[in-house]
């Protein structure tokens, strides 16, 4: 199946930088790309819709300033934590569709980067 | 708005011993439901997915999945449990229609006793 890589898998910052976490699909290209947040023993909340060459569309709730969403190409969409916090410590999981998923609803999960903020 | 509902936060089955993870949605029309299986510290790997046709939906695993729209339920099941199953387990479905971002349910803990 088609795979979607997440990197780093893990990381750990010091409260105020700012962290950036890449998704890519490595054998496919993805038009739309999704961004979630899943902290312990909770479920995925979605954060935002990404789609190549435009901008993300954000949940309610989710900051987009300090959450910033970048899809410059088909196989990469990057999401940004700027000046994180140690609210900000979770899972952050991507998941991409690609160009011939038509309506199959076929979605690729990464396998998630969990950030750390002390 | 749609929502996923999974009644059992944690479960526990002794391996060998067949296994039901209960799944309620809600949904204005045909749903597209999935279910995934989470390992410790992983991603989510796709076990299954209904969109229409029979209502019985074989995944990977030896999982199973029975759409009834008049529950409005989507239980998973497997006949016989192996203790590599033990994971988290989560439910789906589709925004509005198949491709587009899933809403999740909060999870089923499963784990295997010997």
């Known amino acids: 199946g088609a795979v979607v890589s997440q990197h780093p898998s893990w990381v750990i910052c010091k409260s105020g930088t700012s962290v950036k976490i890449e998704c890519r699909s490595l054998?496919?290209?993805?038009?739309?790309m999704f961004w979630y947040r899943q902290f312990p023993k909770q479920s995925l909340m979605l954060m935002a819709t990404?789609?190549?060459?435009?901008?993300?569309?954000?949940e309610q709730g989710v900051e987009k300033d300090k959450f910033l969403i970048n899809h410059a190409s088909l196989t990469l969409s990057t999401l940004t934590v700027t000046s994180a916090h140690p609210e900000d410590s979770s899972f952050y999981i991507c998941?991409?569709?690609?160009?011939?998923?038509?309506?199959?609803?076929?979605?690729?999960f990464g396998e998630g980067s969990r950030l750390t903020v002390l | 708005a749609q929502s996923v509902t999974q009644p059992d936060i944690h479960i526990t089955v002794s391996e060998g011993a067949s296994l039901e993870l209960r799944c309620n949605y809600s949904y204005g029309a045909t749903p597209y439901l999935f279910w995934y299986v989470q390992s410790p510290g992983q991603g989510l790997q796709l076990l299954l997915k209904?969109?229409?046709?029979?209502?019985l939906v074989q995944g990977i695993k030896g999982f199973e999945a029975e759409f009834k729209r008049s529950q409005s339920s989507f239980n998973l099941r497997k006949p016989s449990v192996h203790w590599s199953d033990a994971a988290e387990y989560f439910c789906a479905v589709a925004r509005n229609q198949a491709g587009t971002a899933l809403i999740f349910g909060k999870g089923t803990t499963l784990s295997v006793s010997s």
């Open positions: 054998d496919f290209q993805a038009t739309t």
């Open positions: 209904y969109f229409s046709g029979d209502t």
């Open positions: 990404s789609n190549e060459g435009s901008k993300a569309t954000y």
């Open positions: 998941s991409a569709r690609g160009l011939a998923g038509g309506n199959t609803g076929e979605l690729f």
